[in-house]
């Protein structure tokens, strides 16, 4: 299925499948000009560019990629899209769940990449095996070949996969980034509530006034930004689980479906009832 955008010209679409077994999403999509405002997501990203140029910028980088590159993108790393050139760019990403890299890096003697401790070496990558893996990885997944073909293919993408991760090496915490952990602590425990800097400050011990400052030095976004990615994060898995936008909406702290929709539409390109049903093939 191809779901055409109403606010494009009409050639942009997006098609999502997700597999239940290993809940790694697959996504195909087509865009010209804009594709995404500045988002993230808590799956590991890797993905091929099947025609035209695509530009993002990620890690304060402004990143150009076209056929023949892989894109390699780790959880919790702020991303955009768009097409500098008029015929656009398609491409297909896989996102595929923390716990399923970490279980691959420690059978490999890699140890544990989850909870954000492992990093791709380079964004983009010219490595001619993985983009190949990567594309039969996509297409088993996204064609439902089977269990078998999905298994095998996801194997070896993600034992080429492991040369292009650097795992990070626990680091002792000063003061002021244990401080910034207890306020992103908080957002994640108080997602749903009405958060005020104030009480953010508080918890976390740190004046408001440089709360802020160095919660961005930190995560590279400021709170409200952090707690909006995460409130989107939050409600697209519970989006693919069959819950109704209207309570994902309550469940997560917008202030209502329209809320989460505008927001939704512009991390994802997608309404939040239009993501389910290429998901869950539920209907209205």
């Known amino acids: 299925m191809t779901l055409e955008l109403n606010d494009t010209s009409g050639s942009d679409w997006i098609h999502v499948r997700r597999d239940q077994d290993t809940g790694i999403e697959s996504l195909h999509a087509h865009f010209q000009g804009h594709a995404y405002d500045p988002h993230d997501h808590d799956e590991l990203l890797v993905g091929v560019t099947f025609q035209g140029v695509q530009q993002f910028n990620c890690h304060k980088a402004v990143h150009t990629s076209t056929p023949g590159s892989a894109m390699l993108i780790e959880p919790g790393a702020l991303h955009d899209g768009h097409a500098p050139d008029e015929e656009g760019f398609t491409y297909g990403m896989l ?87 207890r306020a992103r602590d908080f957002l994640h425990a108080r997602m749903a509530d009405d958060i005020g800097l104030e009480e953010l400050a508080t918890y976390s011990g740190i004046d408001r006034f440089r709360l802020t400052r160095q919660f961005k030095k930190a995560f590279g976004q400021s709170p409200h930004a952090y707690l909006v990615r995460l409130r989107l994060r939050t409600a697209r898995a519970l989006l693919a689980t069959g819950m109704a936008p209207s309570q994902v909406a309550a469940e997560v702290g917008f202030s209502d479906q329209s809320h989460l929709g505008v927001w939704f539409r512009r991390a994802y390109r997608l309404t939040p009832a239009a993501y389910q049903r290429q998901c869950t093939n539920l209907t209205d």
Request: charged content about 20%; glycine content about 8%; overall charge negative.
């Open 95 to 181: 996102y595929i769940p923390q716990a399923y890299v970490s279980g691959m890096t420690e059978r490999l003697g890699l140890g544990d990449a989850s909870n954000l401790q492992a990093a791709f070496q380079h964004t983009l990558s010219d490595d001619a095996q993985l983009i190949g893996a990567i594309h039969q990885a996509f297409l088993a997944i996204h064609n439902g070949e089977g269990r078998l073909a999905r298994d095998q293919s996801l194997d070896h993408l993600l034992g080429l996969l492991s040369r292009h991760l650097c795992l990070r090496a626990p680091s002792l915490k000063r003061d002021s980034d244990a401080e910034m952990h």
